[in-house]
């Protein structure tokens, strides 16, 4: 610069001039960024996320491979690590099994989505309590993990987004606190109440994941929720070994799911600045309802006034240069939405252990370890679909027993009325026939149609321990 040549007033002032061009430009792409039309960029608040992996063990790899994914996206559209919240178990990048230690795919052509990702709650403190302390911004009710809450304003933005196994009524969790839909939506509620967001988004991946919010989650929250299944199937994963795509061939475990992919591989391949959430769901609901069999009715719930907005008000939206380096690879794997084979979630676990048992040396001591593995899971597997099946036959007779647990209640009504009753009917269980395993949980459905149809605690008791009690002490 040869500013030497103009008088100090002058060069002041051309200065000036600058830096009135600069900020109103700040302004502009700020303005452009966030899709406001009239307000400044102070007045649109912050943006928050909470990303929920619910799962634990190498062969539920695909719900943290989700996770770290979005985490990365929400990081590359500017989010801030102090404003993003992770719960993941966090056993997978390290695990003995990890063909690609320290490392964690979500697509079988997609690069590390672990590194950076913020260790908030791992292991014993991805607890249901911190999960809703953490949404509430309630510091004293957290027990361990970082400490990090959703310390939020009234014009802030939240984005929550979970992936794991579920089942009627129920989100799992690793920590054997499983979290419940009515306390999902009371902790809403009381956020509502609190007047502490503008407008909140969740995506679920799980399966019966509409039976979170079916005939709960009232419109007026300013909550919009999107589930990867209905309240009545299961969800789906994707990228696994045996199937098309697959993962790369050392890897025995799915890396990702349907719903969840397909949200994410949308955002990276679209400008969020312009896509509106509307738009990613019709996008997301296709991809994932396009296996027909192998896949699910994605739906939506809550409040629809707002979904004319751009995905960047909560995903945030990521320079060009980092939306084309990502899409290296990650693009030539996007095949016709037709061709991707999908796996059922309790599919996934049997398709892991199977693999394992071929992967191991004919007649090796891992073989045999892993073929036993195989066989308990898949007696276990008869064996609680018997007994609830006894269960439904005690307590409702022989004749439609059966039917009477497996009964769906009509759309836009919740899984039970008395969320007690479940929750008591639940543990009754457990008492008398030992916990419910993740497949287990499917048949969460017959206690809720239990205590719908008002059977008391004592009865389905003494049919647990009359049925269970011989086998579980
Ligand atoms: C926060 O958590 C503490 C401890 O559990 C509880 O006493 C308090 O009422 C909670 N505050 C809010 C606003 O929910």
């Known amino acids: 610069m040869a500013s030497y040549h103009y008088s100090p007033i002058l060069f002041m002032l051309l200065t000036l001039i600058a830096q009135l061009a600069e900020s109103r430009l700040t302004q502009e792409t700020l303005t452009t960024a966030f899709g406001a039309t009239s307000k400044s960029s102070a007045n649109e608040g912050t943006k928050w996320a909470v990303l ?30 102090e404003n993003i919240i992770v719960f993941m178990y966090d056993d997978i990048a390290h695990n003995d099994e990890n063909p690609r230690k320290g490392t964690i795919i979500n697509n079988p052509k997609g690069g590390d989505v672990y590194k950076g990702v913020p260790k908030d709650y ?28 959703v310390d939020s304003g009234p014009n802030d933005r939240i984005f929550i987004y979970y992936s794991d196994h579920g089942s009627p009524g129920v989100l ?11 306390d999902l939506i009371n902790t809403l509620k009381k956020k509502h109440l609190m007047g502490t967001y503008k407008n909140m988004v969740i995506y679920v991946e799980a399966c019966e994941a509409g039976s979170l919010f079916a005939g709960l989650l ?25 199937f098309d795509p697959s993962p790369p061939s050392e890897f025995d475990t799915c890396l990702g799911d349907l719903y969840s992919v397909a949200w994410m591989e949308d955002i990276e391949i679209h400008n969020a600045d312009t896509e509106t959430l509307a738009q990613q769901y019709q996008v997301v609901k296709k991809r994932t309802a396009a296996g027909g069999d192998h896949g699910s009715h994605v739906m939506e719930y809550g409040n629809m006034n707002f979904n004319a907005e751009p995905l960047s008000l909560y995903l945030g939206s990521a320079p060009n240069s980092a939306h084309k380096h990502h899409n290296k690879g990650g693009k030539g794997s996007h095949k016709p939405i037709s061709s991707i084979a999908a796996v059922e979630q309790h599919e996934a676990d049997i398709l892991y252990l199977r693999r394992k048992v071929l992967r191991a040396p004919e007649g090796s001591v891992k073989r045999k370890q892993y073929e036993k593995e195989l066989e308990d899971a898949i007696s276990h597997r008869e064996q609680v679909d018997c007994t609830f099946e006894e269960i439904g036959k005690a307590v409702f007779g022989d004749d ?59 009865q389905l008791a003494k049919v647990a321990s009359q049925l269970c009690g011989n086998n579980f002490n």
């Open 400 to 458: 439609n027993g059966i039917q009477m647990i497996k009964t769906v209640r009509s759309a836009g009504q919740p899984v039970v009325d008395d969320w007690d009753c479940f929750k008591t009917l639940v543990d009754t269980y457990k008492t008398h026939c030992g916990p419910l395993s993740t497949y287990g949980k499917k048949h969460m459905r017959a206690f809720a149609n239990m205590c719908n149809a008002g059977v008391q605690q004592a």
């Open 122 to 149: 791992t292991g014993d403190s991805l607890t249901t309590l911190n999960l809703l302390a953490a949404i509430l911004g309630n510091k004293t009710a957290i027990k361990g993990g970082s400490g990090k809450v």
């Open 172 to 182: 799992t969790m690793p920590n054997d606190d499983d979290l419940y839909a009515k």
């Open 218 to 242: 009232p419109k007026d929250w300013n909550i919009y929720v999107t589930t990867a299944s209905n309240p009545d199937e299961s969800s789906w994963a994707v990228y696994c070994p045996g």
């Open 52 to 81: 929920v992996a619910g799962s634990m063990g190498f062969g539920n790899y695909r719900h943290q491979a989700d996770i770290c994914h979005a985490y990365q996206i929400l990081k590359r559209g500017g989010l801030k690590d």
